[in-house]
């Protein structure tokens, strides 16, 4: 759970009852408390560049989401759920990193209602197909969970929508907060995972690889459909010894009648210079492999390069993940290996 030293309320938030109790569960806390009287965040202290994502990594912000137009969310889903944007998490490589801005604060909204409201226009406009809709797009929603329950509402009203389902992904362990959630199979869980060296060197605050693993056989307990996203896959010293002694704690914990309704995605690791840019200012010291003469350059379907690894390590990768899950998750689905 997300513990921040410093929460700024946007005044319009405290018109709804959520904002309301909020207000007054953090002024019972020992922190800073501030009221924006507009949408426009301030108080967030910083001088250099590290400062400044120190102190925005530390900071709530509770608002009222005004724009109702959803961004689309291709390939994986058709929109984007907006429930929270940010995280506390301080992983070297999140792809948040690059589109936050200098002080990557956590916004959550109190206008839960006419979020999901929304959602159910957009449902109606597709005519009896069904829309998926991603919630952790430009988050991780779990961290602030314990405030709003907004996940527990959407997956509530998602399993009362023919047409409507639901995933988001997560590195953290609070399910506690969803589990007893209706979901009616509705709303897919996915975690995000990596060996406990790739964890430990790169995922700061973030919950270790046996901690997500317990959280992840409670949901699936709980009978949600869940998914496993590998990633980033690195290769280094002793890697395939590594990745393969996660899936086989995977498989120790996640009984097999279940296998069923798991999914992998595989994603090795990959890198934009703007990205690497980012991060070298704010992890000086990071041991990230990005010498770009080691990668193959390769242009995205959004139009900008990446470095990625060479069309050999590619496949020895793939070649792997497929033997591994193939042997250990022979009734899950591979969704892909890339
Ligand atoms: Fe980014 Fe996810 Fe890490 Fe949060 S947990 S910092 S969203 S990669």
Redesign the pocket.
Known sequence: MFKPKRVLIEKDALNYPLGERLYKQFQNMDIELIILETTRTKGIPGTTKIEKYGHGKNTLVVGVKKSLTFQTCKPSAHYQLPLVTG?????E????NTQLGDKPYTRMYVNIDEILGKAKKYINERNGEITIFEGAAT??PLPVEPYTHALNKAIEFFAKEEQGRFRFV???TNVEDIINAKHNGHTTVRF?INTDKVIKRY?HR?PNARSRIEAAYKVLEADYPIGFIIAPVFIYDRWKNEYRMLIKDLNNKLAVDKHKNISFEIISHRYTTKAKNRITEIFPETTLPMTDEERTFKYGQFGYGKYVYNKEQLLEMKDFFNEQLGSYFSHSEIKYII
Not at 87 to 91: D, F, L, P, S, T
Not at 93 to 96: A, N, P, R
């Open positions: 995280c506390m998490g301080q992983c490589y999140c792809y948040l988050s991780d997560t590195k953290f995000s995922e973030t």
